[in-house]
């Protein structure tokens, strides 16, 4: 089960290894997708990856320490514009883009890391990509 999740740390906190800690006492993977770290503050986008529970612990954690928020969904295909040429496909590092048997263009948002490589290359300009 994976699960991605906006964390700010709170600033007295900003010193602590609250990663390694929900990693240590819940043995979920966690993957930092992004992070900004200041001395006054800190921003991290992470990818929570384990069972229910231990996603549950390790939220219950992480809030104890700063603030956790869903992330919305990362990419958007405007279906209007795309012409489904493949162009976003054979650069997305991550296998994120597929093509289904009609030749259809498809995103799996769950796979996303928000590279913008895709929304780079495309032609028409069909692919918006949240900006964090």
Same mark, same amino acid.
């Given at each position: 089960?994976?699960?991605?999740?906006?964390?700010w740390?709170a600033?007295?906190?900003?010193?602590?290894p609250?990663?390694s800690?929900?990693i240590?006492?819940?043995?979920i993977?966690?993957n930092?997708?992004?992070a900004?770290?200041?001395?006054q503050?800190?921003?991290?986008? %992470?990818?929570?990856?384990?069972?229910?529970?231990?996603?549950n612990?390790?939220?219950k954690? %992480?809030?104890?320490?700063?603030?956790v928020?869903?992330?919305?969904?990362?990419?958007?295909k405007?279906?209007?514009?795309c012409?489904d040429?493949?162009?976003? %496909?054979?650069?997305?590092p991550?296998?994120?883009?597929?093509?289904?048997?009609?030749?259809k263009?498809?995103?799996?948002?769950?796979?996303c890391?928000g590279?913008?490589?895709c929304?780079?290359?495309?032609?028409?300009?069909?692919?918006?990509?949240l900006?964090?």
């Open positions: 089960m994976k699960k991605r999740i906006y964390y740390v600033e007295e906190f900003v010193n602590k609250i990663i800690e929900v240590l006492k819940t043995k993977m966690i930092i997708l992004m900004k770290i200041k001395p503050e800190s921003f991290l986008m %992470l990818e929570l990856n384990g069972n229910e529970n231990q996603l612990d390790a939220l954690i %992480l809030t104890m320490y700063g603030e928020e869903d992330v919305p969904k990362m990419i958007q405007n279906d209007d514009k012409i040429c493949g162009a976003c %496909l054979v650069h997305c991550v296998k994120a883009i597929t093509m289904n048997e009609d030749f263009v498809i995103f799996d948002e769950n796979e890391i590279c913008k490589n929304a780079n290359v495309c032609p028409v300009k069909a692919i918006n990509i900006d964090l």
